[in-house]
C-alpha cells in the first residue's frame, strides 16, 4: 500500500561519540606498545606478526571492493541500504598499502628473514646457501618481479575501488541509473582482475613462506577466509549502527541474508580447508604433507581449535532460520568469525617464519588490537563523511521492502 508514490528515505548522518573515539585510540595505543615491545625483544616475531595483521586487514579493505562489485554485478538490492559500510571498509586500502610498503622494503634491504627464496644466492650452485627446489622457481619467486607486481595490483586494487566509491557518492547528487550502470561496467571488468590479482597476491605473501610447498586452491582457501571474514566485519556494524539508532530501514531479512552469507562461507572455507589435504593424499605426494605436518605437531591444540571456532560454531549456531534473525546470536558469531580467522592466518603465517618458536602473547594479541583499532578508525571517518543512506540509489526502494520467505 502506498508503494507506488516516490520513495524518500530520510538522511542519516553517523556521528561517532567521544567514548568510540577514545577507544579506538586506545586501541591503537596498545598496538604501538605491542609493536615497540616486538621489535626490541625479538624482531622476527614482529615482522611475522607485521605481515600477519597487514595481510588480514589489508584482505578486508580489498573484500569491502569485493562486495560492492558483486552487488552491483548482479544488480542486488537486497544490500543497496547499507553499502556505505563496504565502501567504508575499502577505504582502508591505502593505510594498508603503507604497511605493506614496509614489508618490500624490509625484503628489498634484507631488515629482516621472512621469505627464505630471497636470502643471496639461493639460486646460485656455488653458494652455500643454494637450494635446488627454489632455484627452479626463481623465474617467477624474485625480489625486482614481486616488487613489479605488487605495485601493478596495489594500483589497480585501489583504482577501481575508488571508481566505485566516487561513482556511489555522484549517485547521491544526481540520482537516475547513470552511476549505477557505469558501476556495474566498472565491477564486470574488476571481478577477473580481482581473481587473477588476488590469487598471485596469495602467492607472493603468503604461500612462499613455505617456498617448497605449493597448494593450486591455495589462494581460494585465502579467499574464502578473507571474504566470509568482511561479511562478519559487515553484519558486526550493521548491527551497531541499528543498535546505536542509524539504519533504520535495515530488517532482520536483512540480516538473515548477512547470515546465510556467514553460514555458507564458513562450509565453503572448511570444503577448501579440507580439499587442500585431500589432493596431497589422493594424490599420493608424501612430501607435500610437511605442510599440515608442522602445523599439526608444533600447533597441535590452534590446528584443531581452527576447525572448532571456523567450522563447528557458526555451522551449529547458524544452523536454523531463527538464528539468523536474532541480532545478539549474529553479533557474537560475527565476532567469533573475526577471531577465528585470524587464528587461521596465523597459522598459515607462523609455521613458515618462526617455526615451533612461535607463540600468541602480548606482541601477537596487542598488535592485533591495534591494527583493528586503526581500521576501525578509518571505518568510522568513512561512515561519518557521508549521509550512511544512500538516498538517490534505486534500489533503495527494494532494499526497503526487502522480505526472506
Not at 316 to 334: E, H, I, P, Q
Not at 386 to 398: G, I, M, Q, T
Amino acid at each position: 500500500m502506498g508503494h507506488h508514490h516516490e520513495f524518500h528515505p530520510a538522511p542519516e548522518q553517523f556521528t561517532p561519540s567521544d567514548s568510540l573515539r577514545r577507544i579506538l585510540m586506545g586501541m591503537m595505543g596498545i598496538g604501538v606498545l605491542a609493536i615497540a615491545f616486538g621489535l626490541f625483544t625479538n624482531p622476527d616475531r614482529f615482522w611475522a606478526n607485521f605481515l600477519l595483521n597487514n595481510w588480514y586487514f589489508m584482505g578486508l579493505g580489498l573484500m569491502g571492493t569485493l562486495f560492492l562489485a558483486t552487488q552491483s554485478a548482479s544488480n542486488a538490492g537486497w544490500s543497496a541500504g547499507f553499502k556505505r559500510i563496504p565502501e567504508a571498509m575499502a577505504g582502508y586500502l591505502p593505510v594498508a598499502y603503507v604497511g605493506m610498503g614496509v614489508l618490500l622494503l624490509a625484503l628489498v634491504f634484507h631488515w629482516n628473514h621472512l621469505y627464505h627464496w630471497a636470502v643471496e644466492g639461493i639460486a646460485d650452485p656455488s653458494s652455500h646457501h643454494y637450494d635446488e627446489i627454489i632455484a627452479e622457481k626463481v623465474a617467477y619467486l624474485s625480489v625486482p618481479f614481486m616488487v613489479g607486481r605488487v605495485l601493478v595490483i596495489f594500483a589497480l586494487w585501489y583504482l577501481f575501488s575508488r571508481a566505485l566509491r566516487r561513482n556511489s557518492l555522484l549517485e547521491d547528487e544526481i540520482g537516475g541509473v547513470k552511476m549505477l550502470k557505469r558501476n556495474k561496467t566498472i565491477s564486470v571488468i574488476f571481478l577477473p582482475v580481482f581473481a587473477v590479482s588476488w590469487a598471485m597476491s596469495s602467492w607472493d605473501w603468503l604461500m612462499s613462506l613455505d617456498a617448497h610447498w605449493y597448494s593450486t586452491i591455495f589462494w581460494v582457501y585465502q579467499f574464502a577466509a578473507s571474504w566470509v571474514t568482511a561479511i562478519s566485519v559487515i553484519t558486526l556494524t550493521v548491527i551497531l549502527l541499528r543498535r546505536a539508532g542509524y539504519l533504520k530501514m535495515v530488517t532482520e531479512n536483512h540480516l538473515h541474508d548477512l547470515g546465510k552469507f556467514m553460514f555458507a562461507f564458513s562450509i565453503f572455507w572448511t570444503y577448501i580447508w579440507i580439499s587442500q589435504y585431500l589432493l596431497i593424499f589422493y594424490a599420493n605426494i608424501p612430501e607435500e604433507t610437511i605442510y599440515f605436518q608442522e602445523r599439526f605437531e608444533h600447533f597441535e591444540f590452534l590446528f584443531l581449535f581452527n576447525i572448532v571456532i571456523n567450522f563447528l560454531a557458526p555451522f551449529f549456531l547458524l544452523m536454523t532460520r531463527g538464528s539468523k534473525r536474532n541480532d545478539g546470536l549474529m553479533l557474537s558469531v560475527a565476532l567469533v568469525i573475526i577471531i577465528g580467522k585470524w587464528i587461521d592466518l596465523y597459522l598459515g603465517i607462523m609455521p613458515g617464519t618462526l617455526g615451533a618458536k612461535a607463540g600468541i602473547g602480548f606482541v601477537e594479541i596487542g598488535m592485533f588490537i591495534g591494527f583493528a583499532g586503526l581500521f576501525g578508525w578509518v571505518l568510522v571517518k568513512g561512515l561519518s563523511s557521508v549521509s550512511l543512506v544512500p538516498a538517490k540509489h534505486p534500489f533503495l526502494k527494494e532494499f526497503a521492502h526487502h522480505e526472506v520467505l
